[in-house]
């Protein structure tokens, strides 16, 4: 096979329109230009160089437009492309620097297959992103030989690219909530507030901290036509956060609601509060009976088997207080499935009289807390966000972590998470949408005869 026509054919497989392979050799890791010996196959370090050339007028890397006259030409420069054959791929190409009279610039001229700046192609890139959404980025530049840095700039430029063919979503539902970043973290603060868009469950902001300050430095970066979108906050019953809101000009019209996640998490403290005074405060025989027992009492009536039905019975049994706080944990959740507000209000109406009792402590923090959350915990009844996309976001949260064994870079995890909640693989669309990460799609060629 001659050199043209083996040109040919590697100018299909790069792909690009208006480029053209002229010249293909393989390079050792020294830079040394070798040649296959005999039948013996090259090593798989061994480098497959693609020298390309222009074959139409070069475009201007700030318009994008065509011109006629060249500045300056520069040494040649090299990016790296996706291996072939398992053999790493560069392609060797000398710029030139522009005249464009329309930017009356001198830039240096748009390659196709990189931006501005990048020693890597878009593709290439694009690989590396995709593969660091699924394994540490130690892991990604390990396999592909690079460095770590290299593989974190890559990904950063890809998920940038990402981003910019996505449309403004206005914000309507807004969710609050806090992360801690465990006990060994290097930080001065052991906390962040995670703010995210509830109709997207897209994460939008990450702030030091969780105090009132911490929110309302947000807050105040929302224009007022922002502000004015904002429908309602959805939070858990964290005060600051709800100062925050409630002292910000320009959100009065927005209420907040509590979700029921951190609801039910307060009727279960108080039904594990009880369940360890009529245990493990009483004595070594209830003590026995009581083991074992605390994710079963919380776990819902309805999630359970005939069997732990009749362990759940037999530990009420044992005490009548324990049976009422169990069954307000119950008729607590229903409350929360209400389909109005105003079946919701008669049913915490009941439930405030059942917790009416100052003698029982936990019942009593449960009633004080409910009543003084009226109008929040009923805001859930009228407007129905899809508050378990806060706890989704939680788990998408830990699962990047710990694959990464934490992060420094609060805004990098931050891009990251937004990157895997927009593009769940659940479908043929979202695996496209995944894999194409924000690269023009290609254009149809024509069919060889």
């Known amino acids: 096979m001659g050199m043209g026509q083996r ?27 070798v040649e296959p010996i005999g039948g013996f196959a090259l090593l798989r370090e061994t480098r497959l160089m693609l020298v390309v050339e222009r074959r139409w007028l ?8 065509p011109c006629r006259e060249v500045h300056e030409r520069l040494p040649p420069r090299r990016w790296a492309d996706l291996p072939w ?5 560069e392609l060797w190409y000398a710029p030139v620097r522009v005249e464009c009279p329309r930017c009356i610039a ?22 590396l992103a995709v593969e660091a959404a699924s394994m540490p980025v130690m892991h990604v530049a390990a396999l592909h030989g690079l460095s770590w840095l290299t593989v974190r700039r890559a990904e950063e430029r890809a998920i940038e690219r990402w981003e910019a063919t996505r449309p403004v979503v206005p914000l309507r539902q807004a969710a609050v909530d806090e992360k801690s970043l465990g006990r060994r973290h290097v930080l001065d603060h052991k906390f962040v507030t995670l703010v995210s868009n509830l109709e997207t469950g897209e994460p939008l902001w990450i702030g030091k901290g969780r105090g009132e300050n911490t929110l309302k430095r947000w807050l105040q970066s929302l224009s007022p036509e922002q502000k004015a979108t904002i429908e309602l906050f959805a939070m858990d019953m964290h005060r600051p956060y709800w100062n925050a809101v409630d002292n910000t000009r320009g959100l009065e019209h927005a209420p907040i609601v509590h979700d029921p996640f951190h609801i039910m998490k307060l009727a279960g403290q108080m039904l594990d509060e009880l369940r360890r005074e009529v245990f493990f405060r009483a004595g070594p025989e209830l003590r026995a009976i009581g083991r074992g027992l605390r994710w079963l009492l919380l776990r819902a009536w309805e999630r359970t088997t005939d069997e732990q039905k009749g362990a759940i019975e037999v530990a009420l049994s044992h005490n009548r207080t324990l049976a009422r706080g169990y069954q307000i944990k119950e008729e607590l959740r229903e409350v929360l499935h209400a389909p109005d507000r105003a079946a919701m209000e008669v049913g915490l109406q009941r439930i405030l009289r059942r917790t009416a009792r100052r003698d029982i402590r936990p019942l009593r923090r449960l009633h004080d807390t409910l009543n003084e959350r009226w109008n929040e915990i009923l805001a859930l009844a009228e407007h129905r966000p899809p508050t378990g996309r806060i706890e989704a976001l939680n788990n998408n949260w830990e699962t990047l972590v710990r ?18 909640i927009a593009n769940p693989i659940r479908s043929q669309d979202g695996i496209r949408r995944f894999l194409a990460l924000g690269l023009t799609p290609p254009m149809p060629r024509r069919q060889a005869a």
């Not at 070069?58 to 437009?65: A, D, I, L, S, V």
């Not at 054959?85 to 791929?89: D, F, M, R």
């Open 7 to 33: 040109a040919r054919i590697l100018t299909e497989i790069l792909g690009f329109d208006g480029w053209r392979v002229k010249e293909a050799y393989f390079e050792s890791a020294a830079g040394e230009r």
């Open 106 to 127: 001198t830039p240096v001229e748009m390659v196709a297959w990189a931006d501005p700046y990048q020693r890597q192609t878009r593709r290439l890139q694009q690989r």
């Open 58 to 65: 070069p475009r201007c890397g700030q318009c994008g437009g």
């Open 85 to 89: 054959a398992e053999h790493p791929v």
């Open 403 to 420: 694959r990464a064994r934490g992060y420094r870079d609060h805004n990098y995890l931050l891009r990251k998470l937004r990157f895997m």
